[in-house]
């Protein structure tokens, strides 16, 4: 199973780690369709610091930043039980990548420490080559530990393909891009201004694809945006408190009921229901996993339900909408829980987790 199309085969499970915490960089999972459970089947450390993965959906390849000072990005696809590099890693331009996503032919990535988001060309076979195209942001936040300046954490295509997303921790923003795919350069073409100190992380969208929302790491809040395709523009309309303020016997970030002490809250991931009737917020610091009804509308978002990640610092979270499960990467725990999802409420049941040290990014192929 040396070729591409290998990645075509159902139930498979991809988890990054940072194997400069322990981890074992990219781990290869089975996934039992009728119980969601997770079997180790190989793991890889070809790649230093594998925090996010992606599956190219032109070729099937699988893409991971290395999360490193140098800033790499690899391309693997299936073999066996497992996987095999194709071709060399490939310089991103940029300092810690954080995230990245295929706009064919180009990958893009988005570089945290150095604040910048850039695109590295795809080959035919899906292989990586440079040299990368780099658009550096500028600005910074009012936290001075944390925005002193840009951040990019993520960088996505608008759901059209028109339209290249940057949400920047640092600068309190997302940019709009527009990407030229036959140079890979990307001209910018708006930015959205958000609330100062909320250090934005990752942005989803529903599936109408004319409501997004935007999870924020420095203040537990979700922020609901109106998207314009046509003119290329994000509006906030909303901002959803993830956590409850001034809760007698909690500090500013605590979830009440779930997590007792002065715990701070940090939102790291948010998914979506492919019906849209629901939205998923993981946060770490309380340790939990948020669910949002959608039944007041899109730009409605009601809290309605937490419960425990089931470990500790939950970094990602992802949705198998064919079994209605979600599966959180627990980083500092060394986890990936899974959990069954009420079709009614919404609300997820833990149902069991597999052992991944230093865990930050699941992925179901």
């Known amino acids: 199973m040396g070729d591409n199309t290998a990645f075509e085969e159902e139930h498979r499970v991809y988890i990054g780690s940072f194997t400069s915490a322990g981890g074992r960089g990219i781990t290869t999972a089975a996934l039992d369709p009728a119980t969601g459970a997770l079997t180790e089947l190989s793991t890889t450390d070809v790649l230093a610091d594998p925090s996010y993965l992606v599956e190219g959906v032109h070729i099937g390849v699988l893409y991971a930043v290395s999360e490193s000072s140098e800033g790499m990005v690899g391309a693997f696809v299936a073999d066996g039980r497992g996987l095999r590099p194709l071709g060399a890693p ?11 996503a295929e706009a064919w032919p180009w990958l893009l990535t988005a ?7 850039g695109a590295v060309a795809i080959t035919e076979d899906g292989s990586l080559t440079g040299p990368p195209r780099v658009l550096h942001h500028r600005g910074s936040g009012p936290d001075p530990e944390r925005q ?27 940019r709009v891009c527009a990407l030229d795919e036959d140079a890979g350069t990307l001209r910018p073409h708006s930015e959205t201004a958000l609330t100062p100190g909320n250090g934005p992380r990752h942005l989803v969208f529903h599936p109408d694809g004319e409501v997004a929302y935007l999870v924020n790491e420095l203040r537990p809040l979700l922020t609901v945006c109106r998207w314009d395709a046509e003119a290329g523009r994000l509006e906030p309309v909303a901002e959803v408190p993830l956590a409850a303020e001034g809760a007698s016997g909690a500090a500013p970030g605590v979830v009440p009921g779930v997590v007792p002490g002065a715990v701070r809250a940090y939102p790291s991931a948010v998914v979506v229901a492919h019906d849209g009737r629901f939205v998923w917020v993981a946060v770490r610091g309380a340790d939990t996993l948020l669910t949002l009804s959608l039944a007041d509308g899109p730009e409605k978002p009601r809290l309605t339900g937490a419960v425990d990640c089931g470990g500790h610092w939950p970094r990602d979270l992802a949705l198998d909408p064919r079994h209605n499960r979600l599966y959180a990467a627990n980083e500092r725990s060394g986890d990936v829980t899974w959990f069954d999802v009420d079709p009614e409420t919404g609300q997820p049941r833990r149902a069991g987790s597999l052992p991944v040290p230093a865990a930050t990014c699941v992925l179901l192929g």
Not at 90 to 100: I, K, Q, R, Y
Not at 160 to 174: A, E, I, Y
């Open 90 to 100: 490939v310089p991103v331009g940029g300092a810690g990548p954080t995230h990245l």
């Open 148 to 174: 002193e300046g840009p951040h990019a954490h993520q960088v996505l295509p608008d759901p059209g393909g028109r339209w290249v997303l940057s949400v920047d921790l640092g600068t309190d923003s997302v």
């Open 111 to 117: 570089h945290y420490t150095s604040g910048g988001v």
